[in-house]
């Protein structure tokens, strides 16, 4: 397939296989009370994130970190350009096994607690009870959420920087292979920052591709 790039990428790793790669892609959001205004979130991006590579998408606010994050994941349709995730087009329903997402900011179901609201994302990936029993506490082992906490308070009970560990454990509830990451440091104390990274340097180890979002340049 002929690329539509007129310049190589210049951290593209060649011989690797790419995961992510957008080509001219550009995305406008129409608003105001006509919808006759026009807000260009994304313009001719063109980038790609090869097999277990570990790529920051660096941005001041406002930047289109987030739409270019939602628009690889087929929540946002592009305007203009196209883009491949694992070789498929965006939106493809068979990429999305494959595929963990944290969010910027994610919804959580109040009354739920940590291991239920986990149970339930495993659902989703239709994970048997009994991967789930193996794979749960795994999940909070290594996003440090005790499993006493998991299994008695609800979500509403938990701290901002509780919510953003449970996101994270959810984000790789179906072992995924990419895992997109929306400013995943964000709420959390310096000690949770420091394993955040550890967590992000762990996934890199196990030969995933992440991609994240951040605005903290250290
Ligand atoms: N649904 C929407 N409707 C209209 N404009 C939007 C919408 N979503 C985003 N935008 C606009 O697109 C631009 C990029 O927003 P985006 O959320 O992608 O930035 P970001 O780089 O993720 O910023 P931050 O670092 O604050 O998270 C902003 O100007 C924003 O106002
Ligand atoms: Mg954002």
């Known amino acids: 397939?002929?690329?539509?790039v007129d310049a190589p990428n210049p951290i593209e790793m060649p011989g690797a296989t790419p995961v992510v790669e957008?080509?001219?892609?550009?995305?406008?959001?129409?608003?105001?009370?006509?919808?006759?205004?026009?807000?260009?979130s994304l313009k001719n991006c063109t980038l790609t994130v090869s097999e277990g590579e570990t790529f920051g998408l660096l941005g001041q606010n406002g930047a289109g970190k987030?739409?270019?994050?939602?628009?690889?994941?087929?929540?946002?349709?592009?305007?203009?350009?196209?883009?491949?995730?694992?070789?498929?087009p965006l939106g493809d329903r068979t990429v999305k096994q494959r595929v963990?997402?944290?969010?910027?900011?994610?919804?959580f179901y109040d009354?739920?607690?940590?291991?239920?609201?986990l149970q339930f994302a495993a659902g989703l990936f239709q994970i048997p009870p009994s991967i789930q029993r193996q794979r749960i506490p795994h999940l909070l082992d290594l996003v440090g959420l005790s499993q006493s906490a998991a299994i008695k308070k609800q979500l509403r009970q938990y701290?901002?920087?509780?919510?953003?560990?449970?996101?994270?454990?959810?984000?790789?509830?179906?072992?995924?292979?990419?895992?997109?990451?929306d400013e995943p440091m964000s709420g959390l104390d310096p000690m949770g920052r420091y394993q955040m990274r550890e967590i992000i340097l762990?996934?890199?180890?196990?030969g995933k591709t992440i991609f994240f979002n951040s605005h903290i340049l250290s």
């Open 202 to 206: 762990s996934l890199k180890n196990q």
């Open 66 to 88: 987030t739409t270019l994050l939602k628009t690889l994941l087929g929540i946002v349709r592009p305007t203009s350009g196209r883009a491949l995730l694992l070789g498929r």
């Open 22 to 40: 957008t080509f001219n892609l550009g995305k406008f959001y129409r608003t105001g009370f006509w919808m006759n205004e026009k807000i260009e």
């Open 100 to 107: 963990g997402y944290l969010p910027e900011n994610p919804y």
């Open 159 to 181: 701290s901002k920087g509780m919510l953003q560990r449970i996101g994270m454990a959810q984000a790789l509830i179906n072992n995924p292979d990419v895992v997109f990451l």
């Open 111 to 117: 009354y739920l607690t940590g291991w239920e609201f």
């Open 1 to 4: 397939m002929e690329p539509l």
